[in-house]
């Protein structure tokens, strides 16, 4: 916190970004405190023709805003969390993970989806993990890439010839462009922490820790870190196609995990419900289950095929 008593947030610079970080702000500031924006591009920004896992994969989108904080440049940043690696930078801690928002993909499709049956369809995501499962269920279906933030998408999905794009349903939500035509993708197991919002700090700026502690969601907090565990522990980014779901039911925690080649081809999946006080290692339980089911040779499989 500055000299001034102003807690100042690192943010990446699109508008869906923004919306997460005044979110933070407006709770911050139900507390009392004065709150200012500090404005970051980020490689993931910047580069928008080349996909993610060619770029530096996990982190591309957070790893400048790290580093500013390290910095000193101001005390606190918002993050997607499906973005962040789960190893943070030494250093910086998480604080507190909001209230989780939808989970869900949806498709976005420019006129009806008749095209579903139509073996030249085209639809467009810049996601190994949403293109593993796309073709895995429609084979024959062509992909095309799709980078840039939430706006620059749902324009080059209407600028193509593409059938149709996926989105994270929460993105499009949270910044009021979810179009009508759209269609829920139930049946694709969600990004790790999809729709949950994220902030970290200094780790050893206690103050600051001790204010942002007052927006943790313990629920979200314990779904996400059995997912991120998941993740963790198949040695994973989102340069794999992942997908990981913990949700929690009265007293037991309900996890679903999946792993996939990158050509959809190959999938292994585990579902396990447990007693809710086991939210700490039931992802990385489901993990084991995965590379025991396979999921060893397929990840390295998966390394050789990003290199």
């Known amino acids: 916190m500055s000299e001034q008593g102003v807690i100042k ?101 420019n006129n009806n989806c008749d095209f579903l049956d139509n073996s030249e369809a085209i639809v467009a995501t810049g ?24 706006n620059t998408r749902l324009q080059k999905l209407k600028d193509n010839n593409w059938d149709g794009a996926i989105f994270a349903k929460a993105g499009l939500e949270r910044i009021n462009v979810l179009p009508k035509n759209h269609l829920i993708l139930d049946w694709m197991t969600p990004a790790p922490a999809q729709g ?30 059995a997912e991120r565990q998941f993740m963790k522990t198949l040695e994973g980014g989102c340069t794999a196609p992942i997908g990981a779901l913990a949700t929690i039911e009265g007293n037991s925690i309900r996890f679903k995990g999946t792993l996939l080649s990158i050509d959809g081809k190959q999938k292994i999946e585990v579902e396990k419900t447990l007693s809710k006080n086991k939210w700490n290692n039931i992802g990385e339980l489901c993990a084991g289950i995965i590379l025991n089911k396979g999921g060893d040779k397929l990840m390295k499989e998966i390394k050789c095929e990003i290199q």
């Not at 994220?198 to 314990?222: R, S």
């Open 127 to 150: 996601s190994l993990r949403r293109k593993a499962f796309w073709l895995n269920k429609y084979p024959a279906h062509n992909l095309a890439g799709l980078r840039g933030n939430v």
């Open 9 to 109: 947030i690192g943010t990446r610079s699109s508008k869906l970004a923004l919306w997460q970080s005044n979110l933070v702000k407006q709770k911050l500031e139900d507390f009392g405190y004065k709150v200012e924006l500090v404005e970051i591009s980020t490689k993931g920004d910047s580069i928008l023709n080349i996909p993610i896992h060619e770029i530096g994969g996990y982190g591309v989108f957070t790893r400048a805003i790290d580093n500013a904080m390290l910095k000193g440049n101001f005390d606190i940043a918002v993050h997607s969390l499906k973005d962040v690696p789960t190893t943070l930078p030494e250093g910086i801690t998480q604080v507190a993970v909001l209230e989780r928002g939808s989970n869900a993909d949806v498709l976005v499709f």
């Open 196 to 225: 949950a919002i994220v902030v970290t700090a200094l780790t050893n700026n206690k103050e600051i820790i001790k204010v942002c502690a007052n927006m943790n969601d313990a629920e979200t907090e314990q779904c996400v870190f």
